[in-house]
């Protein structure tokens, strides 16, 4: 059973850094997607970042030029780098990973989510 398993949550200051890792139970180039996404209690998940197989990602407008997603090929994780917190990026940070079977379909996994906290 594919595993993720997220690290490195907490409570930082505005203007803080915090650095997301999500550890995972499969080889990390068997993932075609990786990616991180945030819930606030009363709203939807949404994308934080996206990191495609061959290395192109994606950020979503408000965490552009802030947060950074990288493949660790070496420790099997994807990690989220996280500059210039701001309160409205508090909230469950989820890893999320897709890989294509061999029979074409999808399959995506979800870790179990780690808080972070932006106050002062």
């Known amino acids: 059973q594919v595993q993720l398993v997220e690290s490195g949550g907490g409570w930082v200051q505005p203007g803080g850094s915090l650095r997301l890792s999500c550890a995972l139970s499969e080889n990390v180039f068997s993932f075609n997607v990786l990616g991180w996404y945030r819930q606030v209690p009363g709203n939807q998940r949404e994308m934080v970042a996206t990191?495609?197989?061959?290395?192109?990602?994606k950020y979503s407008d408000s965490v552009q030029g802030r947060f950074t997603i990288s493949r660790d090929f070496a420790k099997n994780t994807v990690d989220l780098q996280m500059n210039s917190l701001q309160p409205e990026d508090t909230g469950v940070y989820y890893c999320?990973?897709?890989?294509?079977?061999?029979?074409?379909?999808?399959?995506?996994?979800w870790g179990q989510g780690t808080q972070v906290t932006v106050s002062s």
């Open positions: 999320y990973g897709e890989r294509i079977m061999a029979s074409g379909s999808k399959d995506d996994y």
């Open positions: 990191s495609f197989r061959f290395g192109s990602s």
